[in-house]
């Protein structure tokens, strides 16, 4: 299976070349034949990649320790659920997983546009397959995933402790498809200024591409979150690293098309920005492979130390060389239509919105890249640490959480001083009246009562345009209050669902600031029945117990949770030693409410004098960071459904398709 999957690897290589001329050459004559071909090498491309895939998945099963990947990532004794999530756990396993989304996704698009799009296609595939190309060389050359041993070991070194954990096995996977997916749209976009199809057309055909790799991009953030919170036992979620950083700089990026684009289809502006915003999402993708993979940086969540960075950096610097091309060619022909009206109107609470989420995105990754710039230019690495971030970041995060509660409401071209007045009379007070709300409940901090008062304010904001459009179906089409409100989502499930995202976003930052500005922290040592008080909490040392097994050995604390005198609760946090590795980890326990999780962290055990060192947090309103999340993806969702006109459009096509065929059979 294993030389099954390496020859496979080699074909790939050889159909994604021949793909790539075949569909060049075929636009460049104008004939279908050859652009077909091409897509027919795409399609191949994908096959050969899935076996090689299989073959990987295979090795690792039946654990064939003389691949020397299998040897470096499982063992004998690793559970099964993390031998399959070993296939992403190594640098070599990663990339072809990589390669596989890609080659999946490629042929998804072309399945989607066998009928339409035909200009574009051939670009289409050239792109997608120049990627794919890029991969492959390094699967086939440098990070061979077959690669075998002298000799045959009799056990694996076992997969890294930090990632035996079940979010491991859906996280990795959900921010490469949101990498991935960003790919889609930048074809596309190549596709449409190498042929000069500059309208919406590629705008259209690749939405649900762009939400698709944002959607996917917030769930990996998310779940990235939450991994770090559950694994890494400091009682935190982010600490802006250098991978988080190249997680979420292409989120940013991606939300900021996401809102720009749609000045682009109301009013034809922002065309340049549009085609910039793409290129650089993807670019971003590519620059966070980069940074994992190329040992420029420390972090705990990157790859070992590798000779690939010189590699991806000159495929960055071709891809965005080759897109900047097309875009300073193409440029005479972007020109927006249409001018912006009016500084108070939702097209310049959009731009605002753009200028905050690419400058902070901006900020991040200057923050990221500065040690790496300051050790080469001065031969010193200057750390940045959270500090510098949240300095800079926090505030415009907080400009965006208002923007987010100025958009849905703001009218389009230009805004009156009356329907300002009428439309943010309620957002404001409801605005206020959460402020006071927090602050009657004991919450001081300034910074967090403005944050959480526009939390009430895009609550509001996003209430009001609710009640306002259910209340007009009410009234014109005599619907009951849920029917109104159902049908009001389904015809407009863009735009509602975007509301719906935005109360997402809200949450999050409830949950960041509460966690962030109220967080209680002690480390204390106690004996067998001492206690301490955290907070509303008393917290009680029972016992500890040990437990082991062929792959782990295992201390088990017996934490006891008081409330008001009354006992709520036994927490049991874990300190865990790996066999194999040979490596300590932390299994922490938390006790999760509305109000606030207590997070309690097993330090150590000394046998000799009893004492077990507990690290015990409590952070407030920290569930509603995942609260946030959650809605955050249903929101999404809901935007992906298809419209009245997209469901029609979509009939109309079947029945031209329909009676296309019928005319075909009847003239066979």
């Not at 690897?9 to 077909?36: E, Q």
Request: proline share 4%; with cysteine; net charge positive.
């Amino acid at each position: 299976m294993t030389h099954l999957g390496s020859l496979a690897l080699y074909l790939a290589f050889l159909l994604a070349c021949y793909a790539i001329i075949t569909s060049l050459f075929g636009a460049s004559r104008r004939h279908s034949g050859w652009i077909a071909s091409g897509e027919h090498a795409a399609y191949a491309v994908f096959g050969c990649v899935t076996m090689a895939v299989i073959a990987l998945v295979h090795a690792l099963l039946i654990r064939d320790f003389n691949v020397e990947y299998v040897s470096s990532y499982s063992s004998s004794t690793l559970p099964i659920q993390y031998t399959i999530a070993a296939l992403w756990g190594g640098q070599k396993g990663s990339l072809l997983f990589w390669t596989f989304i890609l080659t999946s996704f490629s042929s998804i698009v072309l399945f989607q546009n066998q009928a339409r799009n035909r200009e574009l296609m051939p670009y289409v595939t050239a792109t997608l397959m120049v990627i794919t190309l890029f991969f492959l060389g390094l699967l086939c050359s440098l990070t061979p995933p077959f690669e075998r041993l002298a000799f045959t070991p009799t056990e694996g070194s076992d997969l890294n402790p930090l990632l035996q954990n079940y979010w491991m096995t859906i996280h990795p996977p959900a921010l490469y498809l949101g990498y991935v997916s960003a790919s889609v749209p930048f074809a596309f976009a190549i596709a449409a200024l190498a042929t000069g199809k500059l309208g919406d057309v590629w705008i259209r055909t690749t939405r649900r591409w762009a939400l698709t790799s944002w959607f996917f991009l917030s769930i990996g953030n998310i779940l990235g979150g939450r991994w770090a919170y559950e694994v890494l036992g400091w009682g935190g979620y982010w600490a802006w690293d250098p991978v988080e950083n190249a997680a979420i700089m292409p989120w940013f990026t991606a939300t900021a098309y996401l809102h720009s684009v749609m000045i682009q289809e109301k009013k034809n502006m922002l065309k340049v920005w549009n085609m910039t915003l793409v290129i650089l999402t993807f670019s971003l993708t590519i620059f966070g492979t980069f940074l994992t993979r190329s040992g420029v940086i420390s972090s705990v969540h990157s790859f070992t130390q590798s000779g690939l960075g010189p590699y991806f950096m000159a495929f960055l610097i071709f891809e965005m060389c080759v897109a900047v091309a097309l875009l300073l060619y193409r440029l005479p022909e972007l020109k927006s239509e249409n001018e912006l009206d009016s500084m108070f109107s939702r097209e310049a609470a959009f731009l605002l919105n753009n200028w905050v989420l690419v400058g902070l995105a901006f900020a991040t990754f200057w923050g990221t890249v500065f040690p790496v710039l300051s050790e080469w230019v001065r031969g010193v690495k200057i750390t940045v640490g959270p500090p510098f971030f949240n300095k800079v970041n926090a505030p415009l995060g907080v400009l965006l959480l208002f923007l987010s509660g100025v958009g849905p409401i703001i009218a389009w071209r230009k805004a009156s001083i009356k329907s300002l007045r009428r439309n943010f009379a309620i957002p404001v007070s409801v605005g206020i009246l959460a402020g006071v709300c927090f602050f009657a409940l004991g919450y001081r901090n300034y910074y967090a009562i403005v944050v959480l008062s526009l939390a009430g304010f895009v609550l509001g904001t996003i209430f009001s345009e609710f009640a306002r459009g259910t209340y007009a179906r009410k009234v014109m089409l005599r619907e009951s209050a849920p029917q109104a409100l159902g049908r009001l989502v389904s015809k407009n499930p863009r735009r509602y669902g975007g509301y719906v995202v935005h109360i997402g976003v809200m949450l999050m930052f409830i949950g960041i600031a509460g966690s962030s500005f109220f967080k209680l922290e002690k480390q204390i040592s106690l004996q067998q029945g001492e206690s301490v008080e955290i907070g509303r909490y008393r917290v009680q040392y029972a016992d500890i117990q040990n437990k082991e097994d062929a792959h782990i050995a295992t201390q088990v604390a017996s934490i006891n949770v008081f409330l008001d005198g009354h006992s709520i609760d036994t927490m049991y946090p874990e300190k865990r030693f790996y066999k194999r590795q040979q490596q300590p980890a932390t299994e922490v326990a938390i006790r999760p409410t509305l109000r606030d999780d207590l997070y309690i962290v097993l330090g150590g055990y000394d046998e000799a004098s009893g004492l077990a060192t507990l690290q015990i947090f409590v952070n407030p309103l920290q569930s509603w960071l995942w609260i946030g999340g959650i809605v955050l993806v249903l929101g999404t969702c809901v935007t992906m459904m298809p419209s009245p006109a997209e469901r029609h459009a979509s009939a109309l096509a079947r029945s031209e398709n329909a009676l296309a065929s019928d005319s075909v059979i009847e003239r066979t």
